[in-house]
Every structure is written in structure tokens, then in C-alpha cells.
């Protein structure tokens, strides 16, 4: 069971999961804590999730989250607060999640054919619902490269791979060749356990992010524009289409 301190995190093990019921253990406008929450917080590239609280009538809007010594969902500043003890439903907006699901997949499958076909390594990124960027270490831009890389995106998309998620012990992550596609290793010393989001076939990497179920359901991948920022820095710019 994945665990942010007191709060259950759903979405680790069930991406699907859009509604669910929880309990309020704190609550103050910095921030409500629940005992079970599918919202993502954040990382990796990824934005929070944005969902609603849905409690006796009323409805708390949440516009992110923040992880401290606690997972705390923040409110609208307008909404009431549920106060600790009350059962709520909590809800995540679907089409900027499912968005965000699509779109980090989409950048799983870009990293996966740029290791693979031009052996380079991720030097940053960051994604909103639709468009991302990522930045590679590929010491210059070969002739079509634009045009290659977004026709073997869209072959790996056509596959339709599975993508799977699991949890291994750290020792056992890291025997996985090439399971750190980031130039630096970005998993903390302390972490015990490390997920796993394999593309089967294409990349394997540790990860904590929400993605769909297989590449197919990535839709068209689009390489917008891929731009020099200086050395070890080739920008790619993605957008995913219908
Ligand atoms: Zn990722």
C-alpha cells in the first residue's frame, strides 16, 4: 500500500480511478488531508490533478496539492472546508487528468525512441494537459531528425504496447538496464521501493507518474518544433492530437 504519510494513494495502483470515498483527518485553508486520495500531487514533470470534495451537500473545489509532512489537497479559497472527521467523495476532473495521462505516456514513447534510436539521455522536461517538452543530451540535430523521431513515436503508438506498472525493491529496480533514463538518477537514497512504468518493448523507467493503459490510447503524437538550448540541451516540443 503506497502511503503519504496518512493519506492512501490510490492513484499508484489505479490510474482508472476517478471517484472514490475518503474521511477528512485535517483541514485548514493550507491545506486538507484525507485517509484515501486519488489526486496526484505533482512530479516528475507531471502538474497536480484539479477534482472536487463533495461532502453534505457542498462541494470544496481542490486546485493542486502539496506534499510535506503530510499530502494536503488545497482548496478553493472561495469553498467551505469539510472539517476532520467528515466523509467526502472525492472526484478528479477527468478530461485534464486523462489529458495529462496521454501526454505523460507520449513523452514515455518519445524518451523510449530517442534512447533507443540515438542513445541520449533526458536532461529535463515538463508537460500541461496536451503539450510538453523534453530536453535530451544529443550533441547535434541529424538531417530529418524531426520528421524520424515523430514517425517512430507514431509506429510505437500504432503497436499499441502495453504499459505496465509495478513496484520492485530498490536493488532489484536498479539491476534493470537502462531503468534511469535521466542523466542524473533523481530517485532518493531513501526510497525502498521504486515504480516501475514499462512501455513493454520500448522503455522501462522509474517513475510516479499517472499513465494510460497502452500506447494506442496515447493518440497522434506531433514533434511541434525541436530547438537548441545550448550544449547537452536539444529541446524536443510535443503535442498529442486525436
Ligand atoms: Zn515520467
Request: aromatic letters at 4%.
Amino acid at each position: 500500500m503506497a502511503m503519504t504519510h496518512r493519506t492512501e494513494r490510490l492513484e499508484l495502483t489505479d490510474q482508472t480511478l476517478r471517484a472514490w470515498e475518503a474521511v477528512v483527518l485535517d483541514s485548514s485553508p493550507e491545506g486538507i488531508v484525507l485517509d484515501r486520495s486519488a489526486f496526484y500531487p505533482g512530479g516528475g514533470g507531471q502538474p497536480p490533478d484539479h477534482g472536487v470534495l463533495l461532502w453534505q451537500g457542498v462541494q470544496t473545489r481542490i486546485a493542486g496539492v502539496r506534499k510535506g509532512d503530510d499530502l494536503y489537497l488545497l482548496p478553493d479559497e472561495n469553498d467551505p472546508l469539510p472539517p476532520a472527521g467528515t466523509p467526502v467523495r472525492g472526484a478528479i476532473q477527468d478530461d485534464r487528468r486523462t489529458s495529462l495521462m496521454r501526454t505523460h505516456s507520449g513523452l514515455h514513447v518519445l524518451c523510449g525512441v530517442v534512447f533507443r534510436d540515438y542513445g541520449c539521455l533526458v536532461t529535463g522536461g515538463n508537460m500541461e494537459p496536451g503539450s510538453a517538452r523534453m530536453d535530451f543530451n544529443l550533441p547535434e540535430v541529424p538531417p530529418g531528425f524531426k520528421e524520424a523521431v515523430e514517425a517512430a513515436c507514431n509506429a510505437e503508438i500504432t503497436a499499441d504496447r502495453r504499459i505496465d506498472v509495478r513496484t520492485l525493491p530498490r536493488a532489484e529496480a536498479f539491476e534493470i538496464p537502462g531503468i534511469i533514463r535521466t542523466a542524473t538518477n533523481l530517485v532518493p537514497a531513501d526510497v525502498e521501493d521504486v515504480r516501475i512504468v514499462d512501455i513493454v518493448g520500448l522503455d522501462t523507467q522509474a517513475d510516479g507518474g499517472t499513465h494510460v493503459a497502452s500506447t494506442q490510447q496515447i493518440g497522434r503524437l506531433q514533434v511541434a518544433k525541436v530547438e537548441n538550448k545550448g550544449r547537452g540541451f536539444r529541446r524536443v516540443r510535443i503535442k498529442i492530437v486525436e
